[in-house]
């Protein structure tokens, strides 16, 4: 997924909620077609296998093992893989960019000025270690001064820092052409609910560690009593992530829409004055959907039955954990002692400059990725990935056409939805207007950062009660991602991702379909998958199935929830088949899909090439080698952990060793027969598209 410092408690919240709910990410992929014009290649890298392992019984290790042994885990990452080389080269790259621009003078107001001087701020940690907790001082002081609950509505109306819930404008997801606000759950640190109410004991020593880190930060503020600030904390955290929805919970969208007037907002959740609230915000409306009531309901019950006190002190908290990363040295490091190595287990924070480029990436993206793509990302890239494109689009929808056990009525549907799939690739058609953010280096960094959000909140919220604007973008070009978004039923790849070891143009089409292929079909199927399903082809929560195929349908993603509910991830630790069901389910459509594309593909060529073996391997198995080495990396066990928890992929090396003994292609190219560790039954594959 997309990983970066996010600068404030609205953006990471809302970046959150992107991830989460509105966007379905291949986390990190890389995408473009074949070049016929001269001599290919494999695109293998012979170094990357271990030859001591047998495939059959551990596919993963024998495509990846030398990998894992050329890249070790360096003390900065908690896994390092793939897709994540790509990403610091990337990275490299645009730091090369904004270094140029930060080392010269520019007009005040530019977009030069305004990349060079966030740059050049993030950078200056002796003038942070100098200015101290001064920063937001005046936001504390704000908090400290709201004397009677009845203050609280419009405090959290215009609270930039602090919040017992999130407000963000998205489609409406029945009438997907207009955007209204939506409502979210937040408030709880950790993020996922699991780590206040699970009572194994790797999560009991987190709670125990976060305490002691809430102390210690609160400390490091000049807060009297800090231990009982940590652990009221803890205590009203733990009430809002008890009423919170599950991350599979949260993967329900209908479960997760509720529209309903203000009126009817102020008899659900009373303890909140709702006009005041949005008076405050800065809007007006007479309609939202609430995402999940019984945690906002809890929040309302707790601003009325909690002492004032104590809820200040968990604004103060976040406020506190909001600014973290923009302060101090010894407050960041604080910050990193428990999220980097607690949870983690990393050693050392990445380098300060990736920091600073994360930050101007998070604030001033677009800008930085208009420069990105003039200078490595070539026009005619972007023609050949729309072919390459099409070509799988084409292939879904042979597939869909020859299943068996779906109605012709509901096939109708379905291949409308495909052919009516929007395209994106590499950068926006129109970029963003960064003229009214305000960047001023005489200012400190934490006061930049907080216009920087406030834009971006007021960015947001400008859509409030318009039409959908359909060429948005929900990932800036040097990204190293992609994404498929149901409420407006588009893929979206942008220009960091298109580029080696993902796609090797002097490679053959057994590397190339392996890798970006498989991507390409990846994010179609979501689509399709268990979410993605549930709306059409204009991106409104509709059914469009009939009675008889959503039951065929469900049946058979069940067999791969529970064949992932198998995998153990860590002693006693297994995976969260419902949790990661749909990235699971655009696995497997993305290898069907791309493995068919490519002996279409192939069938067009002289049987002497299409049978041809190169570096000791046919073209089928060079298919399945480049489609593991995209999940090649290294990770560590607190991070295995952290992720079965909170990230709705498979780890890496299940989405190789669980996805493939399910694709009966693989079995095919491999010999892999009934004495293999790996052998599913036929009759027990996944098999849906």
């Not at 909620?17 to 890389?30: D, N, P, R």
């Not at 102390?215 to 600030?229: H, P, V, Y």
């Not at 609430?290 to 103060?316: C, N, S, V, W, Y």
């Not at 597939?399 to 929007?422: G, H, P, V």
């Amino acid at each position: 997924m997309c990983i970066s410092n996010n600068f404030t408690n609205f953006a990471a919240v809302f970046k959150t909620i992107l991830m989460k709910k509105l966007i379905f990410t291949f986390a990190a992929i890389a995408l473009m077609t074949t070049a016929c014009t001269k001599q290919q290649t494999t695109g293998i890298d012979l170094s990357n296998l271990d030859t001591t392992a047998i495939p059959q019984n551990d596919f993963y290790q024998y495509a990846c093992g030398g990998w894992m042994v050329n890249n070790p885990l360096t003390p900065e990452y908690s896994r390092f893989g793939s897709f994540d080389k790509l990403g610091l080269q990337n990275l490299e790259q645009v730091n090369g960019l904004i270094q140029d621009i930060a080392s010269k003078k520019h007009q005040q107001g530019s977009i030069a000025q305004k990349i060079g001087d966030v740059y050049n701020l993030a950078m200056d940690t002796a003038r942070r270690d100098q200015e101290g907790i001064a920063p937001v001082q005046k936001t504390l002081d704000e908090i400290e001064g709201i004397a009677t609950r009845a203050e609280l509505s419009a405090a959290l109306g215009k609270a930039m820092d602090y919040q017992l819930w999130a407000m963000y404008v998205d489609a409406d997801a029945m009438n997907s052409s207009m955007n209204i606000m939506n409502e979210y759950q937040a408030g709880f640190s950790l993020g996922e609910k699991e780590y206040y109410i699970d009572e194994d004991a790797h999560t009991r020593s987190i709670r125990d560690a976060y305490v002691a880190y809430v102390e210690k930060m609160f400390g490091l503020f000049g807060f009297e009593n800090a231990a009982d600030k940590a652990q009221t904390v803890l205590r009203l955290e733990t009430r809002l992530a008890k009423a919170a929805y599950s991350n599979v919970e949260l993967r329900d969208p209908q479960a997760n829409y509720n529209k309903m007037s203000i009126a009817e907002l102020q008899g659900l959740v009373p303890q909140v004055d709702w006009k005041v609230y949005f008076s405050a915000l800065g809007v007006e409306l007479d309609s939202i959907s609430i995402g999940q009531i019984p945690h906002l309901q809890e929040a309302g019950r707790m601003l009325d039955e909690e002492p004032l006190e104590d809820l200040k002190t968990l604004f103060a908290w976040q406020v506190i954990e909001g600014a973290s990363s923009y302060l101090t040295t010894e407050i960041y490091m604080t910050s990193f002692d428990f999220y980097g190595k607690v949870l983690s287990g990393r050693e050392e924070p990445s380098p300060l400059w990736k920091r600073a480029v994360g930050i101007v990436n998070g604030t001033l993206g677009e800008a930085v990725g208009q420069m990105y793509v003039k200078k490595y990302f070539p026009e005619e890239n972007k023609e050949r990935m729309l072919a390459l494109v099409k070509n799988l689009q084409k292939a879904l929808g042979i597939r869909i056409e020859n299943l068996a056990w779906m109605s012709r009525e509901t096939k109708d549907k379905a291949l409308e939805k495909l052919n009516a799939m929007t395209i994106k690739i590499g950068y926006p058609d129109e970029w963003r207007d960064y003229s009214k953010l305000d960047i001023n280096a005489e200012d400190t960094y934490y006061a930049n950062l907080q216009r920087a959000a406030k834009f971006e909140q007021e960015y947001s919220l400008s859509f409030l009660g318009k039409p959908v604007d359909k060429k948005k973008w929900y990932m800036t070009p040097q990204t190293v991602n992609a994404y498929y978004n149901p409420s407006s039923n588009e893929i979206c790849f942008p220009a960091g991702i298109l580029q080696y070891p993902f796609f090797d143009m002097s490679a053959d089409d057994a590397f190339n379909y392996g890798a970006i292929g498989v991507v390409i079909g990846h994010e179609m199927t979501h689509g399709f998958d268990d979410q993605g399903c549930q709306f059409d082809k204009d991106g409104n929560m509709v059914n469009w199935w009939t009675s008889e195929d959503k039951a065929a349908f469900d049946k058979r993603t069940k067999v791969m929830e529970e064949a992932f509910n198998r995998i153990e991830v860590a002693p006693g630790v297994h995976a969260n088949g419902a949790f990661t069901l749909g990235e699971n389910i655009a696995d497997h459509g993305g290898l069907q899909v791309s493995y068919l594309a490519f002996t279409l593909n192939e069938e067009a060529k002289a049987e002497k090439d299409r049978l041809q073996t190169r570096d000791g391997f046919t073209p089928a198995q060079r298919f399945f080698l480049a489609y593991a080495n995209v999940w090649a990396a290294n990770i560590r066990p607190e991070e295995i952990l952290q992720r079965t928890k909170s990230d709705p992929h498979s780890l890496g090396r299940w989405r190789v060793n669980g996805a493939l003994p399910q694709i009966n292609a693989w079995y095919d190219a491999w010999n892999v027969t009934e004495e293999s560790p790996m052998y599913i039954k036929p009759e027990d594959r996944v098999s849906i598209w």
